[in-house]
């Protein structure tokens, strides 16, 4: 029981972490968020689904 408190308390911790740093972001948004910049994720060099650049390239869009 005393694990099951635990670790409810530490999910709501990492839960509100996130919250309050989107909250404190200005227009609520996360900073990099491009994931065909990174190269683990992007192993074919495709171009970026929300911007539109290539790997190379730094994402643009606001």
Do not use: V
């Not at 909250?23 to 910049?37: P, R, V, Y």
């Not at 990174?38 to 192993?43: A, C, I, T, V």
Request: hydrophobic share 35%.
């Amino acid at each position: 029981m005393k694990l099951i408190f635990i670790t409810i308390g530490l999910l709501s911790l990492g839960i509100a972490g996130l919250a309050i740093k989107l909250w404190l972001k200005k227009d609520g948004k996360f900073a990099g968020t491009c994931a065909s910049q990174n190269p683990h994720l992007n192993k074919e060099g495709e171009s970026c689904g929300y911007c539109g650049k290539i790997p190379d390239h730094q994402c643009t869009r606001k």
